[in-house]
């Protein structure tokens, strides 16, 4: 069998594609108020959103189109403010050096001969970003990527020696002040009069873009106990939230004004839109061959699971594994959800091996409900060992990183809302603002989008625009609407007048034919 999955080369007549540019000046004439807040001291913290990263990478252009950047070019318009400072990286190239050895890729860029061709792929050139190489001075962007909430208060982090193991993060080992900082102290050191935090993404989107492959650290509290792709404990959630802001903005803290950001959906992205459940293209010969293959498992296993009770009919059912001549077959895939009848397989009346009982222990085929990562694109119809019977998402089932299912959809969703919960009741507390990511995403994500400042946008995948090249962070006109929601918190939280951001004035993807 050949690769049932080619990438997508899904463009759009009239898609934009340009390298982004920084926002045009403003009309003239206009007056502009801070109202009652203070920008003097802008200070922003977060994670890669914040950072400005995009299209799989941190690089120049995306830092300066950055949410925080954005924003403190108009709060300059309203009082006398202090220059913001990015810790940028040297390239436009992303990526990053550890000891002149390469740690993280290039970006993507649009590549191909035409627009009916293009499709994203890694820019070829070699990162010059060494992370050794430490910055001085304070900055302003405070985002770190790959940073979760509670990494924010973590001493260490920043520590270079660390980067290699996994115990500190490469992008803030860059420009922490200290090995022993945190972020959080870094920022306060700054003595902020105003900030904006925009944090948690990550606390459950590595959970949900492998594929569910972490667990929900329910109570527990010991973050040095947490896998990468964990999910972390709604309380504690809350509990370090509640102390980032304390600090920054409590009567013992600094007492600065500010704005939250809450948490998106995750499954409102394209990452989790863009590979469909059933891609899998058979003739007739390969469909009758695979459905010989299971044909004992459907007519006989799976029946008799049921007259021993160990299976209910409905569940029987929905493991089936049937395949039909066409290019829409569902993938196969384990579901840790399912009852594991691999022990029960090797006893009698079954007697499997070992091998073929553990394959069918907790086998289904994928139904329209289960999401794919962009990521498993690429691996979906590969073989194993070059065995043409051993079909990745056919024959061989994907494991669990490359899907998440309806039950893990669920639990994401339940906490993503247990954390927006408490960073509503917080910002309520601290009289701060509150922008809501959540439901402006989610509109974003609508069929057709939105038309903000009579600009289409939405997070169809390439072409519309909100969304760069990784299906996960946002285009500099993505972060554009971002800044002009907060704007508009600000203005009304604040009686202030800041001006609007010119949304339209903002890019999305690069094309560039220098690809890997």
Same mark, same amino acid.
């Given at each position: 069998?050949?690769?049932? &999955?080619?990438?997508?080369?899904?463009?759009?007549?009239?898609?934009?594609?340009?390298?982004?540019?920084?926002?045009?000046?403003?009309?003239?004439?206009?007056?502009?108020?801070?109202?009652?807040?203070?920008?003097?001291?802008?200070?922003?913290?977060?994670?890669?959103?914040?950072?400005?990263?995009?299209?799989?990478?941190? *690089?120049? /252009?995306?830092?300066?189109?950055?949410?925080?950047?954005?924003?403190?070019?108009?709060?300059?318009?309203?009082?006398?403010?202090?220059?913001?400072?990015?810790?940028?990286?040297?390239?436009?190239?992303?990526?990053?050096?550890?000891?002149?050895?390469?740690?993280?890729?290039?970006? &993507?860029?649009?590549?191909?001969?035409?627009?009916?061709?293009?499709?994203?792929?890694?820019?070829?050139?070699? =990162?010059?970003?060494?992370?050794? #190489?430490?910055? #001085?001075?304070?900055? #302003?962007?405070?985002?770190? =990527?790959?940073?979760?909430?509670?990494?924010?208060?973590?001493?260490?982090?920043?520590?270079?020696?660390?980067?290699? @193991?996994?115990?500190?993060?490469?992008?803030?080992?860059? &420009?922490?002040?200290?090995?022993?900082?945190?972020?959080?102290?870094?920022?306060?050191?700054?003595?902020?009069?105003?900030?904006?935090?925009?944090?948690?993404?990550?606390?459950?989107?590595?959970?949900?873009?492998?594929?569910?492959?972490?667990?929900?650290?329910?109570?527990? @509290?010991?973050?040095?106990?947490?896998?990468?792709?964990?999910?972390?404990?709604?309380?504690?959630?809350?509990? !370090?939230?509640?102390?980032? !802001?304390?600090?920054?903005?409590?009567?013992?803290?600094?007492? %600065?004004?500010?704005?939250?950001?809450?948490?998106?959906?995750?499954?409102?992205?394209?990452?989790?839109?863009?590979?469909?459940?059933?891609?899998?293209?058979?003739?007739?010969?390969?469909?009758? %061959?695979?459905?010989?293959?299971?044909?004992?498992?459907? /007519? +006989?296993?799976?029946?008799?699971?049921?007259?021993?009770?160990?299976?209910?009919?409905?569940?029987? $059912?929905?493991?089936?594994?049937?395949?039909?001549?066409?290019?829409? $077959?569902?993938?196969?895939?384990?579901?840790?959800?399912?009852?594991?009848?691999?022990?029960?397989?090797?006893?009698?009346?079954?007697?499997?091996?070992?091998?073929?009982?553990?394959?069918?222990?907790?086998?289904?085929?994928?139904?329209?409900?289960?999401?794919?990562?962009?990521?498993?694109?690429?691996?979906?119809?590969?073989?194993?060992?070059?065995?043409?019977?051993?079909?990745?998402?056919? #024959?061989?089932?994907?494991?669990?990183?490359?899907?998440?299912?309806?039950?893990?959809? %669920?639990?994401?969703?339940?906490?993503?809302?247990?954390?927006?919960?408490?960073?509503?009741?917080?910002? +309520?507390?601290?009289?701060?603002?509150?922008?809501?990511?959540?439901?402006?995403?989610?509109?974003?994500?609508?069929?057709?989008?939105?038309? *903000?400042?009579?600009?289409?946008?939405? %997070?169809?995948?390439?072409?519309?625009?909100?969304?760069?090249?990784?299906?996960?962070?946002?285009?500099?006109?993505?972060?554009?609407?971002?800044?002009?929601?907060?704007?508009?918190?600000?203005?009304?939280?604040?009686?202030?007048?800041?001006?609007?951001?010119? !949304?339209?004035? *903002?890019?999305?993807?690069?094309?560039?034919?220098?690809?890997?």
């Amino acid at each position: 069998m050949k690769n049932y &999955f080619k990438y997508i080369a899904i463009l759009a007549l009239g898609i934009v594609s340009c390298e982004p540019e920084l926002e045009n000046p403003i009309e003239d004439g206009g007056v502009y108020s801070n109202g009652e807040a203070d920008f003097s001291n802008y200070v922003a913290l977060g994670n890669s959103l914040t950072a400005g990263y995009a299209d799989g990478a941190l *690089y120049i /252009t995306g830092q300066e189109n950055s949410y925080p950047n954005i924003l403190a070019s108009k709060f300059a318009l309203t009082q006398e403010t202090v220059d913001f400072t990015q810790p940028l990286v040297n390239d436009n190239i992303g990526g990053l050096l550890l000891g002149g050895n390469q740690i993280a890729e290039p970006r &993507f860029v649009l590549g191909g001969e035409s627009l009916a061709t293009a499709r994203p792929a890694r820019y070829n050139g070699t =990162p010059t970003t060494e992370v050794s #190489s430490k910055l #001085s001075g304070s900055f #302003s962007n405070m985002g770190v =990527p790959g940073a979760k909430s509670f990494h924010l208060l973590a001493p260490g982090y920043g520590n270079v020696a660390g980067v290699a @193991t996994g115990a500190a993060n490469p992008y803030f080992a860059r &420009f922490a002040s200290s090995d022993n900082t945190t972020v959080l102290a870094d920022a306060l050191a700054q003595n902020p009069t105003f900030f904006t935090l925009w944090i948690g993404n990550n606390d459950v989107l590595s959970y949900a873009t492998s594929g569910g492959a972490g667990v929900y650290q329910e109570n527990v @509290t010991d973050f040095t106990q947490y896998g990468p792709n964990d999910i972390t404990d709604a309380n504690a959630f809350a509990f !370090v939230y509640n102390s980032l !802001v304390g600090q920054l903005a409590g009567q013992d803290g600094l007492g %600065a004004e500010g704005v939250l950001i809450n948490i998106p959906n995750v499954t409102d992205i394209p990452f989790f839109k863009v590979v469909p459940v059933n891609p899998i293209p058979l003739d007739a010969a390969t469909a009758g %061959a695979l459905n010989a293959q299971f044909g004992a498992y459907n /007519t +006989q296993i799976l029946p008799g699971l049921v007259q021993l009770g160990l299976l209910t009919e409905a569940e029987a $059912n929905s493991r089936k594994i049937t395949f039909a001549e066409g290019a829409q $077959n569902f993938v196969t895939l384990v579901d840790e959800d399912l009852t594991d009848i691999s022990g029960i397989l090797q006893q009698a009346p079954f007697n499997l091996d070992p091998q073929t009982a553990g394959l069918l222990g907790q086998l289904r085929q994928a139904t329209p409900s289960d999401l794919i990562p962009l990521t498993s694109s690429s691996f979906i119809g590969t073989t194993v060992n070059n065995n043409p019977m051993l079909v990745n998402g056919v #024959s061989v089932p994907l494991s669990d990183q490359h899907v998440l299912t309806a039950e893990e959809q %669920a639990l994401v969703a339940q906490v993503t809302a247990q954390y927006n919960g408490a960073i509503a009741a917080i910002a +309520q507390e601290y009289s701060l603002g509150l922008v809501d990511a959540n439901a402006l995403l989610s509109s974003i994500a609508s069929d057709g989008g939105l038309n *903000y400042q009579g600009v289409p946008v939405s %997070a169809t995948f390439v072409s519309g625009g909100a969304f760069s090249l990784d299906g996960v962070h946002l285009t500099p006109r993505g972060y554009a609407v971002i800044a002009n929601e907060i704007v508009n918190e600000i203005n009304a939280t604040y009686s202030a007048d800041v001006p609007a951001v010119d !949304v339209g004035s *903002y890019g999305t993807v690069t094309i560039n034919n220098n690809v890997q």
